[in-house]
């Protein structure tokens, strides 16, 4: 573990390339984030560039305290205050509209932008130092999976990135709840670790949700029906349905050679053990909910057996899609509890990773 001191010396060095106009990879309470001074513009587009992210996707604002939200958004409603209030430090992003202190760069030219104040300790560090927002997507290559860890973050970007401060892995596990103020009424653009019902809790009334999008309508790319993929295929399952479905594999679509990757919830030993010879592989990246199986049968499984409920399934789901990348897996099937709150968001990314997966450059 990392002393007090060498974190302190970490954050001056992070803030001290934030301040050169560096990129940095930095921990948040959901994802790590790829982070530059927000109101940088040649910093800004670096991010871009390092993602391989097209400049017309907006960024997130990230704050280091409640009362920056004015210098960075005009017309506030009192919604939007209310939300912060209650949310923030937290897993909630606010789509609103923006001051002359934003830069294009970060909203892609739109006139709104989305801000939140994350909740992890070293992220609020380095922002109150450096007395600027930062501009931070998920620190991942674009359309891939998003970060976790700092050995994610150093997965995709390796030397590129100069500094990732390393604050263990995430305690949400997923982005942000988005909501969009910029309508005539509050509406979810992206499921995240702040549920609808604690939302319209706050709010006392319902809000909207965005569903389909078409592609030239795109506003973020958590709304592409492809996004959040591994390089496996995935196939989304209901628990009850997963031991028939590995029961019969097709060997068409599932050939022998081929292991096979597994992310489940639940399932008890006895069960696991009807599929061949198990091996307990150990925990997963530090994640004592996820523990790593190989199952060796008339085919090989690669498994990540997550226990506790939705929110443990949040904070493993990303790390698990990497693991079972990193074993060379056809096909990861998923097969988790089908709960609400932050399991829309689960199954939200799920869905999205499971979407086939047009070429980049089409409509
Ligand atoms: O939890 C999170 O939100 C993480 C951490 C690092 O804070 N960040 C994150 O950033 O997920 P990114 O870039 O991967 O996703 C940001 C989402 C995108 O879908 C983007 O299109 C949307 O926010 N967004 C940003 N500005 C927007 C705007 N003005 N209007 C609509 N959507 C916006
Ligand atoms: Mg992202």
Redesign the pocket.
Known sequence: MATLSSHSSDIEAAVRLLLGGNVIGLPTET?YGLAADGTNPAAVLRIFELKGRPKGHPLILHLGDVSWLERFARDVPEQAHELARRFWPGPLSLVLRRTALVPDEVTGGRESVALRMPAHPMALEVLRRLGRPLAA??A?LFGRV?PTTRAHVEEDFGDLVPLVLDGGATSQGV?STIVDFTGETPRILRHGGVTKSEIEAVLRQEIGELTHVRSRDVQA??MLAS??APNAAVVVLAPGELLGFLETLDPARFPASESVGLITQGLTRATLEQLGELTHRGQLHGLPEAECFTIAGTRRFEMVVVSGDARAAARCLYAALRHLDSCHVGTIVASLYDEGGIGVAVRDRLSRAAAPRPSLTEE
């Open positions: 994802v997507p998920s991942n998003s982005e790319p958590g996004h959040y």
